[in-house]
């Protein structure tokens, strides 16, 4: 192109070049993913990964309260402080950050979500929500896997999502010694992310 006072040649070369420079920096970063887009989470454990496909189609309310609790980075430092060898591990209470706590754990983050319950069955690698024994609509921020089928909690806990990678991980959570189902050492959830489907999940 060429514009009065200007060198047609200079012209050709120097406005390609300046949009080089502009675009670079769009196509290096790409958007990371909103909690809305979001559909599965990443659990960085010290036993290593677990991946959760969330289900919002069976049980948004909880979907959407594990989703925020993870964006805040409320999940980081707590343990799985309930576990049955072979049959679930628990984790997401808050208390279980702070080790002078323990007489507490798994009491903290529950009582405000209602129950939604489906008619999915409690298989190998359920992600269900906690509550408190007195009452269906009590969940909040503490879940469990399933390792093995557990028909018995269908209409009495909540699903919300299903571990697509990781499954192993879980079992081996599972064999940490225990007293009364509280492990004797800590088994951390370091982080949990969030990201859109994975292609291989």
Request: proline share 8%; with cysteine.
């Amino acid at each position: 192109m060429w514009a009065p006072g200007g060198s047609p040649m200079k012209r050709t070369h120097v406005f390609p070049l300046l949009a080089l420079l502009v675009a670079a920096p769009a196509r290096a970063q790409a958007p990371a993913p909103t909690a809305a887009a979001a559909t599965e989470a990443v659990l960085e454990t010290d036993a290593g990964l677990i991946v959760i496909r969330l289900l919002p189609e069976l049980a948004p309310a909880h979907v959407n309260v594990f989703k925020k609790t993870a964006q805040a980075g409320n999940y980081n430092g707590t343990i799985f402080h309930r576990i049955i060898r072979g049959g679930i591990i628990q984790g997401g209470d808050p208390n279980t950050k702070d080790p002078a706590k323990a007489a507490r754990y798994g009491q903290g983050g529950l009582g405000f979500l209602k129950a939604e319950f489906s008619e999915r069955p409690f298989v190998r690698g359920t992600v269900g929500a906690a509550r408190l024994p007195s009452s269906r609509d009590s969940g909040g921020t503490q879940f469990f896997i399933c390792l093995r089928d557990q028909p018995g909690l269908k209409g009495q806990y909540t699903i919300f999502g299903e571990v697509v990678s990781g499954i192993e991980v879980a079992d081996q959570i599972s064999t940490t010694p225990v007293e009364d189902d509280k492990p004797r050492e800590r088994v951390e959830i370091k982080k949990v992310t969030l990201r859109e489907k994975s292609p291989s999940s």
